[in-house]
C-alpha cells in the first residue's frame, strides 16, 4: 500500500485502503463475492473464515474509512443506521446517552423507539451550548452522541469543547461526521472517540448504495465493537463495499463543488424575494458560523430553507415543481435533492418534538449536487416563483 503517513488529502482519498491485488497485480479491489474460504485443516486457514467476519474486499473499504478519518481503526455496515446501532450496543440497562436534539430522524427513532425499550436512558439537549451537556451528565452517562452539522437545521455543535467534557467524565463521544465529511472536518483530531457516517451520502456520493461506517483510534474499542459487528451481522456485502472504495476516489473533487454550489444557492436563496429564511452555516450571523469556521474546512452542500407564503399548499407546490432537484430522501450524491423533512426524513419525531426544536411543517431541505449552478439556480427560482424562465 502506498504509505500515506505524510501524504496530503487529495492523496490520502485517491489511495486509501486500496493495494495492486497480490494474485494479478488489479489496481482496484476484487470484488470478493464469496461466503466462505476453503480451510487447509480445521483451523488453519488464511485469516478469512466466514464473510460475515472477513472479507478482503471490506477489509480494504475498512481501512479506507480510518486512513480519510484520520484514525486508527474503521469498520462498515449494512447502513449507517446499522453503524449506529452497533455503537448503542456497547450500552446496558440504565446507562444514559446524552443526544443532540436536532438530528437525523432515523436515529432519533433507533434511540426512542428501539433501545429505550432496552432500558437505555436518552436526554435530548442543545449540544450547540456545551455547558447544556456538562449539566445533563451524571455518574450513567456512558454515551454523547451529536450530529455538525445537524440535520436538517444546520446547527453547529463544538466538537471539541465537549470532547473535553466527555473526556473529563470518561464519557464516549461519537460524532455523526455525514454532512461535513473527512474533506471538511475531522472529529477524532478534535478529541472525539468514535466517528460515525451514513456512508450511503457523500462518502458512497452516487445514490447507488446505502452503507454505514465507524472510525475510531482506541483498539479494545474497536475489538468490542467489531464482536458486535460480526455477532449482530450488520455487514455490507463485497459489492457495496467496492462501490463505496471507487466513491472515495473523488470525495475531495465532488466536496469541493458540493461546497461551491451549496454557497451560491445559499446566497441566492437569501436574496429571493419569495424565501424568509435559509438555514447554511456558512452564513456570518449564523449562530455556529465561528464554531464552523474553527473545525471545518468549508460549509458543505447542504441547507434549508423557509418560503415566506409558508402555506402547506405553497410549500408543496414548489416541493413537487422543481425539475433538476429531485424530490427525495437522502443527501450526498452528485445529484441535487430536495426534501420536506416534516413529512420525509424527519416524520419519526412527534410533531410537538420537532416544531419546539425549529424543524416547521414548512422547512424544506435541499441536498446540492455537482450540476452547472446555472441550471440549479434556474430550476429554483422557477419552481419558487411558479415563472418559467
Ligand atoms: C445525518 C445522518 N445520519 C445517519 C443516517 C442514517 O444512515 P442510513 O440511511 O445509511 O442508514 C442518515 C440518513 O439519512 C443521516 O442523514
Known amino acids: ?220 474499542l474497536r475489538d468490542r465493537i467489531y464482536f458486535i459487528q460480526k455477532s449482530s451481522g450488520a455487514i455490507p456485502g463485497p459489492q457495496d463495499c467496492f462501490l463505496v472504495l471507487r466513491g472515495l476516489k473523488t470525495l475531495h473533487v465532488r466536496m469541493e463543488r458540493h461546497c461551491e454550489n451549496g454557497a451560491a444557492v445559499a446566497h441566492f436563496l437569501r436574496n429571493h424575494p419569495a424565501v424568509v429564511k435559509v438555514w447554511w452555516c456558512g452564513f456570518e450571523d449564523h449562530p455556529g458560523y465561528a464554531v464552523a469556521r474553527k473545525q471545518m474546512k468549508d460549509f458543505g452542500g447542504m441547507l434549508s430553507f423557509e418560503l415566506k407564503d409558508n402555506s402547506h399548499s405553497n410549500t408543496m407546490r414548489v416541493l413537487a415543481a422543481t425539475k433538476v432537484f429531485a424530490l427525495a430522501e437522502s443527501l450526498g450524491g452528485v445529484e441535487s435533492l430536495i426534501n420536506h423533512p416534516a413529512t420525509m426524513t424527519h416524520a419519526s419525531i412527534p410533531r410537538e418534538e420537532r416544531i419546539k426544536n425549529g424543524l416547521s411543517d414548512s422547512l424544506i431541505r435541499l441536498s446540492v449536487g455537482i450540476e452547472s449552478i446555472e441550471d440549479l439556480l434556474a430550476d429554483l427560482d422557477e419552481a419558487i416563483t411558479g415563472v418559467s424562465n
Open 1 to 220: 500500500m502506498t504509505d500515506l503517513t505524510n501524504k496530503r488529502l487529495a492523496t490520502r482519498f485517491v489511495h486509501a485502503g486500496t493495494v495492486p491485488d497480490p494474485s494479478t497485480g488489479a489496481i482496484m479491489t476484487p470484488i470478493y463475492q464469496t461466503s466462505t474460504y476453503v480451510q487447509e485443516a480445521p483451523g488453519v486457514n488464511k485469516g478469512y473464515e466466514y464473510a460475515r467476519s472477513q472479507n478482503p474486499t471490506r477489509f480494504a473499504l475498512e481501512s479506507a474509512f480510518a486512513t480519510i478519518e484520520n484514525g486508527q481503526y474503521g469498520l462498515a455496515f449494512s447502513s449507517g443506521v446499522a453503524a449506529t446501532d452497533a455503537v448503542l450496543k456497547l450500552l446496558s440497562v440504565g446507562d444514559e446517552v446524552i443526544a443532540a436534539h436536532d438530528m437525523y430522524g432515523g436515529t432519533y427513532r433507533l434511540f426512542t423507539q428501539v433501545f429505550a425499550r432496552f432500558g437505555i436512558v436518552f436526554k435530548f439537549v442543545d449540544t450547540t451550548d456545551p455547558s447544556k451537556v456538562a449539566e445533563a451528565i451524571t455518574p450513567n452517562t456512558k454515551l454523547i452522541w451529536i450530529e455538525t452539522p445537524t440535520n436538517p437545521l444546520m446547527n453547529i455543535t463544538d466538537i471539541q469543547a465537549v470532547a473535553t467534557i466527555a473526556n473529563d467524565a470518561h464519557v464516549l463521544l461519537c460524532v455523526d461526521n455525514t454532512f461535513a465529511t473527512p474533506f471538511l472536518q475531522l472529529p477524532l483530531n478534535e478529541g472525539a472517540h468514535i466517528v460515525m457516517h451514513s456512508a450511503t451520502k457523500y462518502l458512497g456520493g452516487h445514490s447507488d448504495v446505502i452503507q454505514g461506517c465507524l472510525v475510531m483510534n482506541d483498539k479494545a
